[in-house]
């Protein structure tokens, strides 16, 4: 199952009143609290969680508020609490696409992708132009092995808003793998060029590229992605395969070489010694 994105809400004044008192505990999740930025953070987070439950508690229409604490309940993975806030904002905005949304996506953190379709259709339903929720609902269907309509639900958020690089990143990944390489490949290369800053759709486009036998078009994508991210092994050991592949054999050793020394405790540091002794003709 995919771990995901959360939202909570809070709705009756007891359940706010009962989050207070567990604010003491909520802090002592997460990451060793020796850690002085673990613990700032958990500090803010519990401020903003006491804010927000006070706005509610004086007002439950206020959808942001409950955005607030859903955010906080997905950072610390209480995924059951996400779910019940999300359902209580539901109740107190039984009109607002997003009070719908959280419920779905509450579903999908707590591993229910069935249970997430419902509440996501009503969102559409109400707001069919919201292209997050489209995503959301092409995931639990993805998960559900309903593949076609995953991929419906994708182009239709990419013609809603042909900018959103989720939607490109996710349809990638899903023609990957039902074993479209070709397909993927322009997905990926639609979000790596409405993301030009960021390391990850840049590398995997150089990826899929390199699995569609389009090694030309590999090496320029990977060397970019390079200039994005200088320390990535993965970056270097698929630019080092890549010059195999063009026959780069000197540029291809070269690499591989960095690579061992660069990175001698990377699973694959034996296999790029190997490739680099093999590609000089070395026992």
């Known amino acids: 199952m995919t771990v995901r994105i959360v939202r909570r809400m809070v709705h009756s004044t007891l359940f706010i009143l009962l989050g207070f008192a567990a604010l003491p505990l909520l802090a002592q999740e997460g990451a060793p609290m020796s850690s002085t930025n673990v613990d700032s953070l958990q500090r803010v987070q519990d401020s903003v969680f006491y804010a927000a439950s006070i706005a ?19 950072a610390r993975k209480r995924f059951d609490e996400e779910l019940k806030i999300a359902q209580q904002m539901v109740a107190a905005n039984p009109a607002a696409p997003t009070a719908y949304f959280a419920v779905g996506d509450a579903q999908l953190d707590n591993g229910a992708p069935e249970l997430a379709i419902e509440p996501l259709g009503k969102a559409l339903i109400i707001e069919p132009a919201f292209v997050r929720v489209r995503v959301v609902l092409a995931e639990a269907y993805a ?11 994708l182009d239709t958020a990419i013609t809603f808003n042909p900018r959103y690089a989720q939607a490109h990143m996710q349809k990638a990944a899903l023609l990957t793998q039902l074993g479209r390489d070709n397909e993927a490949v322009e997905s990926y290369r639609a979000a790596a060029e409405l993301l030009p800053d960021s390391f990850n759709p840049w590398m995997k486009l150089a990826r899929g590229l390199y699995k569609a036998g389009r090694f030309e078009e590999a090496i320029d994508a990977v060397q970019y992605a390079t200039t994005l991210n200088t320390n990535s092994s993965d970056a270097l050991y698929l630019y080092a395969e890549t010059c ?30 190997r490739a680099a002794r093999e590609l000089a003709g070395r026992p």
Request: with cysteine.
């Open 143 to 153: 998960m559900l092995k309903s593949f076609d309509t995953a991929l419906c639900h």
């Open 56 to 74: 509610i508690a004086h007002d439950s229409t206020q959808l942001d508020e409950y955005q607030k604490i859903i955010t906080i309940h997905k």
């Open 244 to 273: 195999e592949q063009l026959g780069r054999i000197t540029d291809a050793i070269t690499a591989y070489e960095s690579f061992m020394l660069r990175f001698p405790t990377d699973r694959r540091a034996l296999d790029a010694e």
